[in-house]
Nanobody, 115 residues
Framework: QVQLVESGGGLVQAGGSLRLSCAASGSIFSINAMGWYRQTPGKQRELVALKSSGGSTNYADSVRGRFAISRDNAKNTVYLQMNSLKPEDTAVYYC?????????WGQGTQVTVSS
């Protein structure tokens, strides 16, 4: 089993910044990618940013240029630096780890951006 523990969510004013962290532990042997999705009530979970172990990175168009994903492979940790936050970034943010065809999810952390 793989466990993912997220931290760093909270309440911030528009224009502010937050940094999310997600630490993975357990049966980790060959990570393909780590990243972040987000979800708001009544909507599907959507990709925010994903970083493969090969180094490639995908961002949602809505966050490109404002958010930055990074990984510390030695610590099996992924970060999401979120700058210039907007009220529409308000969501529950979920960490994902992909390994051997499986996707493991964190419990989610709430990010609320006030206008």
């Amino acid at each position: 089993q793989v466990q993912l523990v997220e931290s760093g969510g909270g309440l911030v004013q528009a224009g502010g910044s937050l940094r999310l962290s997600c630490a993975a532990s357990g049966s980790i042997f060959s990570i393909n990618a780590m990243g972040w999705y987000r979800q708001t009530p009544g909507k599907q979970r959507e990709l925010v940013a994903l970083k493969s172990s090969g180094g490639s990175t995908n961002y949602a168009d809505s966050v490109r240029g404002r958010f930055a994903i990074s990984r510390d492979n030695a610590k099996n940790t992924v970060y999401l630096q979120m700058n210039s936050l907007k009220p529409e970034d308000t969501a529950v943010y979920y960490c994902i780890l992909r390994q051997s065809g499986y996707g493991y999810w964190g419990q989610g952390t709430q990010v609320t951006v006030s206008s």
